[in-house]
Nanobody, 121 residues
Framework: QVQLVESGGGLVQPGGSLRLSCAAS????????MGWYRQAPGKQRELVAA???????NYCDSVKGRFTISRDNAKNTVYLQMNSLKPEDTAVYYC???????????????WGQGTQVTVSS
C-alpha cells in the first residue's frame, strides 16, 4: 500500500502565496507522474498541474505563470508553489501519484486526502 500525505494549505489573502507538499510513502518501486488536482464546491475535480519523473510539466491555463510544480524524486515528494493567489483558486487540493509497487506490478494511482486552500480578504 502507498500513502500520500499533503500539507501546506490554509487561508491566504488575494495576491498571497502558499506552498503545498505531498509526500508518498509505503511500498514504492517507482513513481512516474505526480500531480495536483483541485475541487471547488459544486464543481468537478480538475487538473491543476502535473510533473513526470523526468521533470516535464503541464498546467491548466488558469494557473500558468502563477503556480509552479516541482518534485524531489529521492523523497517521493511533489510540491506546488502558488503565487498571486485569487479567490477563484479556493478549493480542496489533492495530490496524486502513479505508482509501481514492484518491478513486475502494474501501475496504480493513489490520492491524498486533500488540503483546503482558501483565498479571501
Amino acid at each position: 500500500q502507498v500513502q500520500l500525505v499533503e500539507s501546506g494549505g490554509g487561508l491566504v489573502q488575494p495576491g498571497g502565496s502558499l506552498r503545498l507538499s505531498c509526500a508518498a510513502s509505503g511500498s514504492i518501486f517507482s513513481i512516474s507522474a505526480m500531480g495536483w488536482y483541485r475541487q471547488a464546491p459544486g464543481k468537478q475535480r480538475e487538473l491543476v498541474a502535473a510533473i513526470t519523473s523526468g521533470g516535464s510539466t503541464n498546467y491548466c491555463d488558469s494557473v500558468k505563470g502563477r503556480f509552479t510544480i516541482s518534485r524531489d524524486n529521492a523523497k517521493n515528494t511533489v510540491y506546488l508553489q502558488m503565487n498571486s493567489l485569487k479567490p477563484e483558486d479556493t478549493a480542496v487540493y489533492y495530490c496524486n501519484a502513479v505508482v509501481r509497487e514492484s518491478r513486475l506490478s502494474p501501475v496504480r494511482i493513489y490520492w491524498g486526502q486533500g488540503t483546503q486552500v482558501t483565498v479571501s480578504s
